[in-house]
């Protein structure tokens, strides 16, 4: 037997669909293991990332290994520092990449919440310390700024892996300029080896050197940055609108300030895009898709996934109506109302 709903819970939208966020998500992420990671706009930049950090060190590797022929009671552990820079800088990049920034979900159109200040009511449509990312679009708590690099959003829920991955990278980029000055040194005083058997190695070692000077001048404006940021509890946006810059009302104090950003806990999602949608929620995005074509930046596969589960909204509505049994303890004026659920459903849309 159908479950009967009144008009009441229909108009509202608490009837949830079999239809997961994901699949018809109104922004623009993109999705992997059926929504459970997410990234932005731009994965192909993420990617490029990706590949311009792992293949310098990758080739350090080989050149520690295979490119030195004699054996060094350095070269252990130079191997072993690599390697752990390399593995911790990967897990932060994508970490932060994958996470969810702090996204708020989304309200349907026409739920706005009010509150009375000084005996009025006044339209209560955002949070404290909320902005919106104009590439996504999401809302996000104290959204700091959107990281074209790591293709994401750099959140409340993400920023610690961020700066953390920032250290990291700076770290490694350090380390694999003194490395590559420790393996050129170490081929020139060996006495059984000459330079021209190695030109290949020491020629590599002065790329990698470069590469991770590069590394490390970029990467240092942005921690200096960022510790100034999070001194003054700031994000970069308001830094560089100038937005409380002279009166912060969130300063705690420096202490406290890398205490809140470190120190507690992860706020949890507002939502999981692999939450299913209610019906309210879908007919907000079917009306974005046909009415206000600004309102919408879903990719195609989300807008035909939207009329495909908006059609089977509606033809199960009626589907639903002539199933009702007529039971005697089904009232009367329940069964009338139920017959016009349809045209109250669907009046915010026609």
Known sequence: ??????????????????????QVNPGNNYFCCSGLFSTGSSPKKLIITTVFYNIPIILFINILIFG??????KRNWLIFVTVFFWILTNITLFTTSLMDPGRIRRNPFESTTFFKAHGEEIEKDFYLNEMTCLKLPF?????DHHCDWLGTDIGIRNYRF????????????????????????????????????????????VFIFFIAALFVIVV????????????????TREFYKGAGIENNPFDKGCCANWKEKFCTKIPP??????????EKELKSFHFQLTETQKGFSG???????IEEKYSELTNSYQIEIESIPTAEWIPLDLVHEWNNTEDEAFQEIR
Request: charged share 20%; net charge positive; with cysteine.
């Open 299 to 305: 990719s195609l596969k989300a807008k035909k996934k």
């Open 162 to 205: 961020f700066f953390s991955f920032l250290i990291s990278f700076f770290l490694n980029g350090i380390f694999l300029m003194i490395a590559s000055v420790l393996v050129i040194v170490e081929i020139i005083q060996v006495k059984k080896s000459t330079i021209k058997s190695h030109v290949l190695t020491i020629l590599g070692s």
């Open 269 to 278: 999602k507002d939502f999981s895009f692999r939450d299913f949608v209610t």
């Open 1 to 22: 037997m159908n479950k009967i709903y009144s008009s009441v819970e229909r108009d509202i939208g608490f009837i949830k669909t079999k239809t997961r966020f994901y």
């Open 220 to 235: 240092s404006r942005l921690i200096k940055l960022h510790i100034k940021l999070i001194s003054r509890n700031l994000t």
């Open 139 to 143: 809302c996000e708590m104290a959204l």
């Open 68 to 73: 030195l022929s004699f054996s060094s009671s």
